[in-house]
Antibody, heavy 120, light 112 residues
Framework: EVQLVESGGGLVKPGGSLRLSCAAS????????MNWVRQAPGKGLEWVSS????????YYADSVKGRFTISRDNAKNSLYLQMNSLRAEDTAVYYC?????????????WGQGTLVTVSS | QSVLTQPPSVSGAPGQRVTISCTGS?????????VHWYQQLPGTAPKVLIY???YRPSGVPDRFSGSKSGTSASLAISGLQAEDEADYHC????????????FGGGTRLTVL
């Protein structure tokens, strides 16, 4: 069974940093592109960042570029999101999500999420 | 503001049929990128409902169907059931930012 388990969320002050982790199991992690997607309270989903299976391609939303860094450790079956210079508007549930490609189309398979609250 | 536009809410009585629209532009849906739909039950993570515009994963009832035309896509739910009450999100890709995934703002379905 595919499992994606996020951790590392919590309360942080504006300007602070936090590192999220996503532990993957039940599949060959090194073969899949991975993503972070967030959802602010009562709001829709917002794509944050993506990383290819070998880390050769990395992409960020404009809203986090220069502040967030996505990375992965295929030996540890883990995905990470280093978040610096956090702002109140970064408050959200952060989901780890796998590109679940079927032929040429790639919907997402999601973890359960971890809540990040940025507040003084 | 979300890149894809969905109605904030729709409602219907049990047994009825409802549709949820997802409107994009020439840089995303209109550029030929696939649309996926996710169902998010209260307090849970999203789950894929429709992928590749109109395909259902195994286990998803055939009451759910998807379509795409031009710069828009639609999710149709027939034979509404109380358990369908949830948030529904559409997702595609956009050529304006390399590697980006774009979402709609989500639609809350209320079963009356």
């Amino acid at each position: 069974e595919v499992q994606l388990v996020e951790s590392g969320g919590g309360l942080v002050k504006p300007g602070g940093s936090l590192r999220l982790s996503c532990a993957a199991s039940g599949f060959t992690f090194s073969s899949f592109n991975m993503n972070w997607v967030r959802q602010a309270p009562g709001k829709g989903l917002e794509w944050v960042s993506s990383i290819s299976s070998s880390s050769s391609s990395i992409y960020y939303a404009d809203s986090v570029k220069g502040r967030f860094t996505i990375s992965r450790d295929n030996a540890k079956n883990s995905l990470y999101l280093q978040m610096n210079s956090l702002r109140a508007e970064d408050t959200a549930v952060y989901y780890c999500a796998r590109d679940d490609c079927i032929r040429t189309t790639c919907p997402l398979t999601w973890g359960q999420g971890t809540l990040v609250t940025v507040s003084s | 503001q979300s890149v894809l536009t969905q109605p904030p809410s729709v409602s219907g009585a049990p047994g009825q049929r409802v549709t949820i629209s997802c409107t994009g532009s020439s840089s995303n849906i209109g550029a030929g990128y696939d649309v996926h739909w996710y169902q998010q039950l209260p307090g849970t993570a999203p789950k894929v409902l429709i992928y590749g515009n109109n395909y259902r994963p195994s286990g998803v009832p055939d009451r759910f169907s998807g379509s795409k035309s031009g710069t828009s896509a639609s999710l149709a739910i027939s034979g509404l059931q109380a358990e369908d009450e949830a948030d529904y999100h559409c997702q595609s890709h956009d050529s304006s930012l390399s590697g980006s995934k774009v979402f709609g703002g989500g639609t809350r379905l209320t079963v009356l």
